[in-house]
């Protein structure tokens, strides 16, 4: 049966991290494992990383109480991938590296721990695009210490189903902190190196949990290996800016593959893609439009002036409104009221002097309000 996650698994599986950053004291930490992907890295310096050894219940840094191998199906890092097959590993991800994210697959939820030393801290080298790395310190680091503030080619962070904007020097989303034993993709636009902040004293001795405010909150959809964040930089509600919160649900072939709460400019939901487990299938595919909806509400929201494509492992930012592109007079209707108003506007520049009204006059998003945006609403019109 597909797997949902539910509130109950976010607090039976908690991750915990039990450490003394020493050369001598070992680093602990606890992967609580949840049926389909989950997003980890193995920041710790131990004797072999070679991939059948690494998972197998022989190796002196695992402690479990269950063979691994029956419970993974699949080892996914950024271009490799390994899977199990007669309780062995195939495939082209044949040794764990540090430095790396990986996406576990699972068939059922379990709980594994790994001890080895701290490594020290890693100098990445990431690429355009997305970069899926580990974070290697062994404590719990908000994202405004752990990110230099001078690294602006990094646009976008995405955690699993969570995710972090870099709005000029900004941070926004639901990514707050870095957790011990998690992965993140790394969005940039530019080759450049990068190394995250050391904030932490080193003779602390803390445990720290994986939970987050989006944690608490009960989901009807699975998580995927395949994310597209987008980032709801505002929504209009019957010409108004709102400022309330609003519950949002992403939808794509009828299925519900996202939710999550609007509070301000920015906030993002993550909509998952079908990655070709059976937890995800049916779920969006490349390229593909998606529909967001306010929860409880049967209608969609139109994306004004923005893209509303599903994008593996990318990012978009939007602007939402229940009213339609040309719908200049917020009354759910296009029609000659609304061209009457457009023209005016053209002749006098002073017709439409409400933002929301003004991005649904530019019609063909070509940040100008003309005749051409006369002559494609008229054409709508007419289509209709």
């Given amino acids: 049966m597909k797997n949902v996650l539910k509130t109950h698994i976010a607090v039976t599986y908690i991750l915990l991290l039990s450490f003394a950053v020493s050369d001598d004291v070992p680093v ?14 193995f920041p710790l310096d131990i004797s072999n990383y070679e991939i059948n050894y690494f998972f197998s219940n022989d190796s002196e840094h695992i402690i479990s109480d269950q063979i691994l191998n029956n419970n993974i199906i699949s080892l996914i890092g950024e271009g490799e991938l390994a899977f199990v097959h007669n309780e062995s590993w195939i ?27 701290a490594i020290s801290n890693i100098l990445y080298f990431l690429h355009p695009g997305g970069n899926l790395i580990s974070y290697p310190l062994p404590y719990e680091q908000e994202v405004y210490s752990a990110i230099p503030l001078f690294n602006n080619n990094i646009l976008a962070i995405l955690g699993e189903n969570k995710a972090l904007f870099n709005n000029n020097g900004i941070l926004m ?12 993709w790394f969005i940039v636009n530019d080759y450049t190196p990068f190394q995250y902040n050391e904030s932490y004293s080193s003779n602390s001795n803390t445990n720290y949990d994986s939970q987050t405010e989006r944690d608490d909150v009960i989901i009807n959809y699975n998580q995927s290996t395949l994310q597209s964040a987008f980032f709801v930089k505002s929504i209009y509600i019957s010409g108004e800016k709102n400022s ?7 939808i794509c072939n009828n299925l519900t593959i996202g939710n999550s709460v609007w509070e301000s400019e920015y906030s993002d ?36 002036n923005s893209n509303k494509t599903w994008k593996s492992n990318d990012f978009e930012i939007i602007t939402l409104s229940n009213c339609s592109l040309g719908d200049i007079n917020f009354n759910s209707l296009v029609n000659v009221s609304d061209i009457i108003l457009i023209i005016e506007h053209i002749l006098l520049e002073n ?10 006059a530019d019609y063909n998003y070509d940040e100008l309000i003309n ?6 609403i008229v054409e709508q019109i007419l289509d209709n």
């Fill in 28 to 41: 602990l930490i606890n992967y609580p494992i949840i049926e389909g992907a989950n997003l980890i890295s």
């Fill in 371 to 376: 005749v051409t945006d006369v002559i494609l």
């Fill in 173 to 184: 989303g639901s990514l707050s902190s870095f957790l011990p034993g998690r992965g993140y």
């Fill in 244 to 250: 309330e919160s609003l519950t949002l649900n992403a």
């Fill in 269 to 304: 939901l993550i909509a998952m893609g079908d990655d070709g487990f059976e937890w995800t299938e049916g779920y969006c595919s490349e390229n593909q439009n998606i529909d967001i909806k306010i929860e409880d509400s049967e209608e969609n929201l139109y994306f004004i």
């Fill in 351 to 360: 017709e439409i002097n409400n933002e929301h009204g003004l991005l649904l």
């Fill in 91 to 117: 495939g082209s991800l044949s040794e764990i590296n540090t430095s790396h994210g990986y996406w576990i697959i699972s068939d059922e939820p379990f709980l594994f721990q790994i001890s080895g030393e």
